[in-house]
């Protein structure tokens, strides 16, 4: 980064360069966890909010990624942290998001409903470790749990993802 | 399964969410806002050192009395925090609470520890939360309704919340007694939950009373009672709203097969809210509609209202304009609807608000004449919620409820369109199948209201796997869960082999089996062929440009691999004719 600039200005670039680097991924990650895209916008723009003012005790000890997870996992947590969260629809049929921008084969859809569908607690590991592609280590950070249990959700959600996908094998097949 | 797959398909069924310019730029303008209010802590700061020390001595001596985690918060933490604008302590601000906290007696939870020694600062809210919840129990939704407010209040003076949603009942609100008897009995009436619901053993308890804030233009006092039972993890919840209006009663329970299940049907859910609301649910104001939107889709839908209309109202969310979703007063989209459809200044407008999304609000304005009871509807326009751009302006023609619904509904409810999940599926006795077809379909007696009866039945005689059920099984369990979409040009619909009209499985077994020899030599080796495997076929309608180009039997040959993995090779065969309409031939191995 250019010394031109003044300290405020860098850490504004670095900000931005952040936002348009890990932005998109991290508003569907918070999507995936509040199930609700309005929420989810709001809590990716706090996370960088929250970034920026930590971004001088940022220490590198672990990746920008993981981080910027971390950060997001924490404050969707705060979102729910409201009991009345519980009581938002999470059901509701309507896609309250975008559609996608090319159109999406049917299997891929089912994957896709399958993982959305799992369990919170399953949901994260596996949408760290296999779509974030990060690390049992840093999943962990992530969720600030252990290594152990990284691993321990992932072979439980591979078998209950195993399962609903064998049920739904033969209809994409057919498709 | 290939990991890979789950990658592709968060990726593509979510591109079409993506962070916009404007989520960006509205970033750099809250850290705009920041700045100004970090300077100011920055002016304070050679204050803030005394006052610290001040607060620190006087907690010093406070600490002689020990205190509880909620004492301890209210007299020591949160006028720490009330000291700076910042919504983190820093990390000496952390040490020093937990070091007080330690001569208090005070055990700070271990994860407390960890992630002040991993991350340095910490929130405030929760570093506060986890000192209270030493005290009062780590469920926030479990203290009482007095503490919950308390703690909340608190939060609002330490400026880390904008407003008090928890509030304690006053003399016109039921009493906490008259709402647990109410959640009791309809928990034990429908869901048969027995024994002592006090019990702490058995069933962890949740009680909150107030208003949701988080939504703007919410004014509902809103009672939610909840049991989670600590033996199967089931959840248990009664929401009413503070006129008495219960609008949901359900339970959860993760693993079981139909995991939610609620007490409230679709006419029970009309029912009530016509009861306190009117009759009519064009008087029903944007903060009952949204309400509305939240009791009907989280009720049962197995028996559908009778008025159709209101499951169409119930298809749109209505957001009370306010905070960042409105980009524009309702009078200014008044005006660019009055504008868009000439709609003269004698006409009133009756408004809505809607969409999911703070980029995608929409204003829709419907104009009528006539008295208040009796609305003439005369036009409508909708306006995009952000860009004022016209999206649609109209003659109005529809039925009542189309003021209520989305514009872009409108085509569907003037073709009759009705949505799926409730009526059955779309294309249902087409001309296109034969009516033996769709005779032999309703037979089984398939539907929304016994699917899971079926399913469950016919999973134990036939298997698990839906394609080693008989065809008309296969085909009916399609037609209503698989959501089928009709591509004008070309789609498949599993279809019921007719003995004497079709050759028979053998047979084209047979078919596929012979062709595919002719090629296999060449490409596998004899122990390969050993392991030969012919899937159960499916039998399909295939429907090219609307009309049935032909009846197929579609076979899967798979051949193992030493390794594990599989090749695949398919065949279409013209259940007529026996042709060979398809053939892919394959010595390419996937993961099956």
Known sequence: MSTNFSPDAQKEMHLEQLMNQYGDSLLRLCYLYLKDAALAQDAVQDTFVKAWKKLDTFEGRSSEKTWLCRIAVNTCRDYRKNRWFRFVDMRRSIEDIPLPIQPVEPVVQEVYAIVKALPEKYRMCVLLYYWQEMTLEEVAQVLDISKSTVHHRLEKAKGLLKTELERSEMECVRM | ?592
């Open chain 2, 1 to 592: 399964m290939r990991e890979d797959v789950i990658k592709i398909a968060v990726e593509q069924n979510l591109s079409g969410l993506y962070m916009t310019k404007e989520q960006k730029t509205n970033v750099l303008c809250l850290i705009q806002e920041e700045k100004t209010t970090s300077g100011l802590r920055f002016r304070f700061s050679a204050v803030l050192v005394a006052v610290l020390l001040l607060i620190l001595l006087a907690a010093g001596a406070v600490a002689a009395v020990l205190l509880g985690g909620k004492d301890f918060t209210k007299e020591v933490v949160a006028p720490m925090a009330q000291k700076t604008e910042s919504e983190a302590f820093t990390a000496e601000e952390v040490g020093e609470i937990l070091r007080l906290a330690e001569e208090n007696g005070i055990t700070v939870p271990q994860y407390v520890r960890e992630h002040w020694a991993r991350w340095g600062s910490e929130y405030k809210e929760e570093l506060m939360r986890a000192l209270v919840k030493t005290e009062l129990g780590f469920y926030p939704a479990s203290w009482s309704l007095e503490d919950q407010n308390w703690y909340n209040q608190m939060l609002v003076e330490c400026g880390l919340s904008d407003s008090v949603s928890n509030l304690v009942p006053g003399e016109n609100d039921f009493t906490e007694e008259k709402v647990l008897y109410m959640a009791n009995s309809l928990f034990r009436e429908k869901f048969g939950l027995d024994g002592d619901l006090t019990d702490e053993t058995k069933y962890r308890r949740f009680l909150t009373f107030g208003i949701d804030t988080t939504r703007p233009g919410i004014t509902f006092k809103q009672w939610c009672v909840e049991y989670e039972d600590l033996k199967n993890g089931a959840q248990y919840a009664f929401i009413m709203l503070d006129n008495g209006l219960v609008t949901r009663v359900s339970r959860y329970q993760p693993d079981a097969e139909n995991p939610y299940i609620s007490a409230l049907t679709e006419e029970e859910v009309v029912a009530s809210f016509r009861q306190y609301f009117g009759d009519s649910v064009l008087g029903w104001n944007m903060e009952v509609l949204e309400q509305f939107y939240h009791s009907f889709a989280m009720c049962d839908h197995t028996k559908q209202a009778a008025d159709p209309g209101v499951r169409h109202v119930a298809q749109t969310r209505y957001l009370m304009p306010g905070g960042h979703y409105t980009y524009m007063t309702e009078e200014e989209a008044v005006a660019l609807a009055r504008k868009a459809c000439k709609a003269d200044e004698s006409l009133q407008p009756y408004v809505i608000y809607f969409g999911d999304d703070p980029n995608n609000m929409h204003w829709k304005i419907s104009f009528w004449e006539g008295t208040e009871k009796n609305k003439q509807f005369r036009l409508y326009a909708q306006i995009d919620g952000k860009t004022g751009e016209t999206e649609y302006a109209g003659i109005y023609v529809g039925p009542w409820y189309e003021p209520l619904v989305n514009a872009s509904q409108h085509a569907a409810i003037a073709e009759d369109k009705t949505i799926r999940v409730y009526e059955k599926p779309a294309m249902w006795r087409s001309p296109l199948f034969s009516d033996a077809y769709w005779d032999a379909l309703e037979a089984l007696d398939y539907n929304a209201e016994t699917r899971e009866q079926r399913i469950e039945e016919w999973s134990r005689e036939y298997g698990e796997h839906t394609n080693l059920w008989p065809y008309a099984h296969q085909a009916v369990h399609w037609w209503w869960d698989m959501n089928p979409k009709f591509d004008v040009h070309n789609y498949w619909v599993p279809g019921i082999p007719v003995e004497g009209e079709h050759i028979s499985m053998e047979e084209a077994k047979q078919i596929a089996l012979n062709r595919f020899m002719e090629e296999a030599p060449a490409l596998f080796t004899q122990e390969e062929l050993a392991r030969l495997t012919v899937l159960p076929p499916s039998f399909d309608y295939h429907v090219i440009d609307g009309e049935v180009a032909a009846h197929v039997w579609y076979f899967d040959l798979q051949i193992e691999f030493d390794d594990g993995r599989y090749s695949d090779s398919l065949f279409h065969i013209d259940a007529h004719t026996g042709e060979i309409l398809m053939e892919d031939i394959s010595n390419a191995a996937g993961n099956g």
